[in-house]
C-alpha cells in the first residue's frame, strides 16, 4: 500500500504562485513514477507533470515554462512549483504515484488550487 498526501494549495491571485507537495508513504520502495493531475469541475482529470524515477519529465503543453515538478528521493516527496498562475487553472490537484512492475496506480486525496482573476 502506497499512501499519497498533498499540501500547499490555497487561493493565489493571477500571476502569483504556489508549490504543492506530496509526500509518498507505506511501501514506496518500488515507486517508478509520480506526477500531478489536476481536474476543475466539470472537466476530466488530466496530467499536468509526471517525473521518474531517473528525473525525466513531461509537462503538459499548457504550463510548460511556467510549472516545475522535482523530487526529493530521501523524503519520498514530489513539489509542484506553480508560478504565473492563470484563473483557468483553478481545480484539484491530485498527486499520482505508480507502481510500474505491479501496474498499480496510487492517487492522493487532492488539494484545491484557486487562482483569482
Known amino acids: 500500500q502506497v499512501q499519497l498526501v498533498e499540501s500547499g494549495g490555497g487561493l493565489v491571485q493571477a500571476g502569483g504562485s504556489l508549490r504543492l507537495s506530496c509526500k509518498a508513504s507505506?511501501?514506496?520502495?518500488?515507486?517508478?513514477?509520480m506526477g500531478w493531475y489536476r481536474q476543475a469541475p466539470g472537466k476530466q482529470r488530466e496530467l499536468v507533470a509526471l517525473?521518474?524515477?531517473?528525473?525525466?519529465?513531461n509537462y503538459a503543453d499548457s504550463v510548460k515554462g511556467r510549472f516545475t515538478i522535482s523530487r526529493d528521493n530521501a523524503k519520498n516527496t514530489i513539489y509542484l512549483q506553480m508560478n504565473s498562475l492563470k484563473p483557468e487553472e483553478t481545480a484539484v490537484y491530485y498527486c499520482y504515484a505508480k507502481k510500474i512492475v505491479t501496474k498499480i496506480d496510487y492517487w492522493g486525496q487532492g488539494t484545491q488550487v484557486t487562482v483569482s482573476s
Open positions: 507505506g511501501s514506496t520502495v518500488s515507486i517508478n513514477a
Open positions: 517525473i521518474s524515477s531517473g528525473g525525466s519529465t
